[in-house]
């Protein structure tokens, strides 16, 4: 299936260290503006990355295409998988689907989503934006779209426990503007933003990012729009025998980000969990069994 293989973006990225210096800065411009940057003649492409044609020709090669076309056909149909339908998607996978159980097909898919997508993660770059998370000295943002937002909310639910100075900001909202009244520089916004991305979030990041604030971005393996202004993005493979996404994928990369921004807080956080379990117990929320 076409949307499970590798990406151009996750070729170049694979490639980095091998590519020579004006073929490695061809490849940072091409992410720069990642994929319209890659959608014009190979001339403008090579005029914009400061390199020559000939570099733009033998990197094309380095990434597994035949030429400079090729290369091209397989941009269009990434930015075509960006916009696809609920429809559009249930069509693709159900044409050819084998008789074999869903569920398994189902759970194969999500393996290979992890695997495919651990592969393509920077740990450093991960325990970066987890120590940014952590920073109580600015303020934590967290946003997510139509569907995103149950990740939005998972997330600012423990993290509301984990550390003060947080706002959950609903982008379907025609509020949001207002939480930006008191965004200082500095401040992090941990932002959603799955294919088919929402003007409502890249404009809510537009805005922050101009107020300096810093941009942590989950998104899918074609990249959101906003991954251009993130301090750190991280792009999950989401593709399964549905018509729609799934949110193992990055499920998971929050879920691990919420135990390490725990651990990196855990004598403050202890604090809170236990001050917040004396106001369950005067509530009884909860049933108690001894």
Known sequence: MMEASLTISDRIQNKLDDLTRAERQLALSILENYPASGLGPLSALAKDAKVSVPTVARMVQKLGFQGYSEFQTELRKELRAKVKSPIAKHDAWSEGAPSEHLLNRFTESVIDNIRHTLGQIDSGAFDDACRIAANTNHHLYIVGGRISHILAEYLFLHMQLIRPKITHIQSTSNTWPHYLLDVKAGDVFIIFDMRRYENNTLKLAEMAYERDAKIILFTDQWRS???????????????????????????????????????ITWGDTKDRMEALEEMFDQTKLFRKFT
């Open 225 to 263: 729009p906003i991954h251009r202004m993130a301090e750190q993005s991280f792009g999950s493979r989401i593709v399964v025998p549905s018509a729609w996404d799934s949110a193992i994928t990055p499920l998971l990369l929050l879920e691990t980000m919420i135990s390490t921004v725990q651990a």
